[in-house]
């Protein structure tokens, strides 16, 4: 576990020292806000908790905490979410 | 679009309780079960919809995530049809109406016929029913090329025939044959002559000889234009050639007088119902006739028949095979009586001038003139006409009991 962890540091750090998306190489999560109603989420590592206010996504070594009014998760696989609503705020911990 | 998609191939509305559902989406998400309409119910259950196939994989995931799961709900099309699984006579009677379509549609129901001006038909029509194309035959087993074959030669105005199937109507494509033109056998010599008496108003020689003139009375049987042709020698001999006998040719109209009579007596016996009326119903299905009636006689001496068919689909401009009929006889007795002149004249006028056209074939009418008198109970109505008409007919030197003569002053003789 954690010689996994090391691997995904030491990637991540190629990403940064050699200018390359980190989402590609070190497998980071990348998120897309489309206006205030529609979030994407590539490279999640699952759901925490869920809730029509206040929605918490796993992304590695953060926590996306995704709040507003709504909301809804509309489609989700192993490596992809979708999350509709009126989005307010969108939280990194 | 992807309601549509969910609602076909239908939905299963589950919910998973336990200390961690969330774990239990993320399995889902992980082994690529799509989900949606996802509701967390409280701290510790979730609700979410799944794809009815994929709904048995639900429960291995369920294990593993520590939730238990059970069904709320299940909706789509696959749901609805599952209702109708053990309605067996539902089930039935739908397989035996798409058989019944199935079927149907392969028996002649309609023949329709297109292309004909000439030929009636109901001519083409019979001759096609006597060949087996009539409605209410199975169509796969019709011969048609066979049929359209046999019906060419036994259909003498029809020159090309065509009979396409589509489903329970057949429609019938002709084109007719143009009349060849009336060829004049020019080996067989005779003369024209005059058909009645008459008056030369036109005369056109095309063939033959003729000393006839514009305006000169004629007698029926007079020879009007000869097959005798005389051919002079040439200038200065005393000698003709001969004769040379040719097929007389040639148009001459005359003006004649005709004179028609018809007679009619003044009583007439006439109908008079006297109430008594008696029906019998019947059914006609593809072309047989079902009575609704026993076979029994009338007890009228004297009665009309009037027969009503309805038949189905004839305010849609379609004839189909089924029609149902009504026979009313009406009682009726026979009396004398008097016929009115005027309109029995009328009538008597009326019936002379269509005979007059038909006698003179094309030609015209120039003037009538009608006279009636009432002789014992009886009317009779006369017309004398004066018409202009073709009065030439053409006769064969060799029609028995027939004698041309040749021209006045060039020596009598006889061809027999």
Redesign the interface.
């Given at each position: 576990m954690a010689g996994k962890r090391k691997k995904e540091s030491v990637l991540e750090r190629t990403a940064q020292v050699f200018d390359l998306p980190g989402d590609l190489v070190a497998g980071l999560p990348r998120m897309e806000l489309i206006g205030d109603r529609e979030l994407r989420m590539e490279n999640h590592r699952?759901?925490?908790?869920?809730?029509?206010e206040e929605i918490h996504i796993s992304g590695g070594k953060l926590i996306l905490k995704v709040r507003g009014e709504g909301l809804?998760?509309?489609?989700?696989?192993?490596g992809e979410?979708l999350i509709t609503g009126q989005i307010r705020a969108v939280e990194l911990d | 679009m992807k309601k549509v998609v969910n609602f076909l191939r239908g939905s299963v509305e589950v919910e998973a309780q336990g200390a961690f559902p969330?774990?239990f989406?993320?399995l889902?998400?992980?082994?690529?079960v799509?989900?949606?309409g996802?509701e967390?119910v409280e701290s510790t259950a979730?609700r979410l919809k799944v794809p009815r196939q994929e709904r048995g994989d639900l429960e291995d995931l369920a294990v593993r995530s520590g939730c238990t799961l059970s069904e709320v709900e299940r909706g789509g099309l696959p749901t609805f049809l599952e209702r109708f699984r053990r309605r067996y006579a539902l089930l039935a009677g739908l397989a035996l109406s798409l058989l019944a379509v199935l079927l149907m549609t392969q028996f002649v129901l309609v023949v329709d016929v297109s292309g004909n001006t000439e030929v009636p038909s109901a001519t083409i029509l019979s001759t096609l029913r006597r060949l087996g194309v009539r409605p209410g035959a199975f169509g796969p087993a019709l011969e048609i090329n066979y049929i359209e074959q046999r019906a060419l030669l036994e259909l003498e105005g029809i020159s090309w025939m065509s009979i396409n199937l589509h489903g329970a109507r057949a429609e019938v494509l002709v084109r007719e044959r143009v009349k060849a033109p009336e060829l004049v056998d020019e080996s067989e010599h005779g003369d024209i002559i005059a058909e009645t008496d008459g008056v030369i108003t036109r005369l056109e020689v095309l063939a033959g000889e003729t000393e006839r003139k514009v305006g000169e009375p004629v007698a029926a049987g007079d020879v009007l234009i000869q097959g005798n042709v005389l051919l002079e020698g040439p200038m200065y001999s005393e000698q003709d050639v001969g004769w040379q006998q040719v097929r007389a040719q040639g148009r001459v109209e005359a003006q004649t007088w005709r004179t028609l009579q018809a007679t009619i007596p003044l009583t007439a016996q006439v109908k008079e119902y006297t109430g008594r009326e008696t029906g019998r119903w019947f059914l006609t299905i593809l072309g047989k006739r079902i009575n609704f009636y026993r076979k029994s006689g009338i007890s009228f001496p004297q009665y009309d028949k009037i027969s009503s068919t309805w038949n189905a689909g004839s305010g849609m401009d379609l004839a189909l095979p089924l029609s149902l009929g009504r026979e009313t006889m009406r009682e009726y007795t026979l009396t004398p009586a008097e016929v009115d002149l005027a309109a029995a004249q009328e009538m008597l006028e009326a019936q002379l001038e269509r005979a007059l056209t038909e006698q003179i074939e094309g030609g015209s009418i120039t003037r009538t003139e009608y006279t009636a008198v009432v002789t014992d109970e009886m009317l009779t109505v006369t017309l004398r006409a004066e018409c202009t008409e073709e009065i030439g007919r053409f006769v064969p030197f060799d029609e028995p009991g027939y004698q041309t003569r040749l021209p006045a002053g060039r020596g009598d003789e006889t061809n027999s």
């Amino acid at each position: 576990m954690a010689g996994k962890r090391k691997k995904e540091s030491v990637l991540e750090r190629t990403a940064q020292v050699f200018d390359l998306p980190g989402d590609l190489v070190a497998g980071l999560p990348r998120m897309e806000l489309i206006g205030d109603r529609e979030l994407r989420m590539e490279n999640h590592r699952g759901i925490l908790a869920y809730g029509s206010e206040e929605i918490h996504i796993s992304g590695g070594k953060l926590i996306l905490k995704v709040r507003g009014e709504g909301l809804e998760l509309r489609s989700m696989n192993a490596g992809e979410l979708l999350i509709t609503g009126q989005i307010r705020a969108v939280e990194l911990d | 679009m992807k309601k549509v998609v969910n609602f076909l191939r239908g939905s299963v509305e589950v919910e998973a309780q336990g200390a961690f559902p969330e774990r239990f989406l993320n399995l889902c998400a992980q082994r690529g079960v799509s989900f949606w309409g996802v509701e967390w119910v409280e701290s510790t259950a979730v609700r979410l919809k799944v794809p009815r196939q994929e709904r048995g994989d639900l429960e291995d995931l369920a294990v593993r995530s520590g939730c238990t799961l059970s069904e709320v709900e299940r909706g789509g099309l696959p749901t609805f049809l599952e209702r109708f699984r053990r309605r067996y006579a539902l089930l039935a009677g739908l397989a035996l109406s798409l058989l019944a379509v199935l079927l149907m549609t392969q028996f002649v129901l309609v023949v329709d016929v297109s292309g004909n001006t000439e030929v009636p038909s109901a001519t083409i029509l019979s001759t096609l029913r006597r060949l087996g194309v009539r409605p209410g035959a199975f169509g796969p087993a019709l011969e048609i090329n066979y049929i359209e074959q046999r019906a060419l030669l036994e259909l003498e105005g029809i020159s090309w025939m065509s009979i396409n199937l589509h489903g329970a109507r057949a429609e019938v494509l002709v084109r007719e044959r143009v009349k060849a033109p009336e060829l004049v056998d020019e080996s067989e010599h005779g003369d024209i002559i005059a058909e009645t008496d008459g008056v030369i108003t036109r005369l056109e020689v095309l063939a033959g000889e003729t000393e006839r003139k514009v305006g000169e009375p004629v007698a029926a049987g007079d020879v009007l234009i000869q097959g005798n042709v005389l051919l002079e020698g040439p200038m200065y001999s005393e000698q003709d050639v001969g004769w040379q006998q040719v097929r007389a040719q040639g148009r001459v109209e005359a003006q004649t007088w005709r004179t028609l009579q018809a007679t009619i007596p003044l009583t007439a016996q006439v109908k008079e119902y006297t109430g008594r009326e008696t029906g019998r119903w019947f059914l006609t299905i593809l072309g047989k006739r079902i009575n609704f009636y026993r076979k029994s006689g009338i007890s009228f001496p004297q009665y009309d028949k009037i027969s009503s068919t309805w038949n189905a689909g004839s305010g849609m401009d379609l004839a189909l095979p089924l029609s149902l009929g009504r026979e009313t006889m009406r009682e009726y007795t026979l009396t004398p009586a008097e016929v009115d002149l005027a309109a029995a004249q009328e009538m008597l006028e009326a019936q002379l001038e269509r005979a007059l056209t038909e006698q003179i074939e094309g030609g015209s009418i120039t003037r009538t003139e009608y006279t009636a008198v009432v002789t014992d109970e009886m009317l009779t109505v006369t017309l004398r006409a004066e018409c202009t008409e073709e009065i030439g007919r053409f006769v064969p030197f060799d029609e028995p009991g027939y004698q041309t003569r040749l021209p006045a002053g060039r020596g009598d003789e006889t061809n027999s």
